[in-house]
């Protein structure tokens, strides 16, 4: 039996305030269920969830993604906890490692041991939800901090604040082995990127298998958010195929450009669905600085995988696949403006 899909929408984060506010009330009113708000190195997204906070009274909010190595994990507990107070209870955590461009090339700082990091930084914020002294001696933090190494007048505190929920949901990305199965494991939801659902399994099936073994009895079955471009179109084979060629550079920029040979993510799952060959060329291309060149290699199965448009029929039957597939949240892109209202509520009745 497929499990309910419930919409949700990104945030442009270049969007002014008068803009995003409008946009907000505007999908909210169309029956969006949830907003997604993103972060790289631009606007940072725990101010932008305050905003979004103050804009909605019944969308969920969640941050898509809150990386783990430029806040501290009691800041990321804190940022948490004041987001879901604010939000009454509508809040939840996404988490990532992103990657060493970010980490590395914008804060400054090493990108190590992302596995354990993670792990680490979930129990910590779980302590601090649940107001327990936060102490915590690991390999990735050591809470308060070695007193031989620091001043030692740190001392163990628990929040000040009250949560308005002592467990708030924690979502994960991740597309490695490794990371899934830890996802399987510890969160209440997945986070994948590029999800074609007629290859999920053969992909990730056997790791999050491994991780829900170990996942404790108490969490909730795992939530999956997939997003992907979505467009409505007439029957037109034209209208179909120019949809989807919109969709062209966006791919060739995650596949061929995100991070360096041998350490791109999003690369590396395209080869594991069976595209190496075209894997590998977008990324040649693309790191020659040829995006355009890139985009045109991608193969229209390719680009017809990773996007979903067509006529209703086809992106309902798309959406009743990822269902299938065990995907709960559907992510869209939508323009603010008179038409994004009437998108929501046209691709609301088609996820049902």
Known sequence: MSVPLTLAVNVDLTADAGTLRDYLKDVEAAGA????VPEAYGRDAASVLGFCAAATTRMRLG?????VYSRTPALLAQTAAACDELSRGRFDLGLGTSGPQVVEGWHGLPFDRPLTRTREVVDIC???WRREVNVHQGT??????????GTGQGKPLKLMTYPVRSRIPVWL???GPRNVRLTAEIAEGWLPSLFIPELADRVWGEDLRQGAQR???LLP???????AHVEVTSEDHGAIRTARDRARPSLARYIGGM??????????????YGFGQEAEQVQRLYLDRRPEAAAAALSDELVQALTVCGPPSYVKDRFAAFRSAGVTNFRVNVNAGSDGPRAVERLKELTR
Request: proline fraction near 6%; hydrophobic fraction near 45%.
């Open 33 to 36: 269920d949830m907003v997604w």
């Open 63 to 67: 941050s898509a993604v809150l990386n």
């Open 126 to 128: 779980r302590r601090i």
């Open 140 to 149: 990735a933090f050591s809470v308060p901090y070695d007193a031989g190494k």
């Open 173 to 175: 990305a991740g597309l």
């Open 215 to 217: 996942r404790d009895p």
């Open 221 to 227: 079955p795992l939530e999956i958010a997939v997003g």
């Open 259 to 272: 991070g360096a040979v041998g350490a791109n993510f999003y690369n590396d799952l395209i080869r594991r």
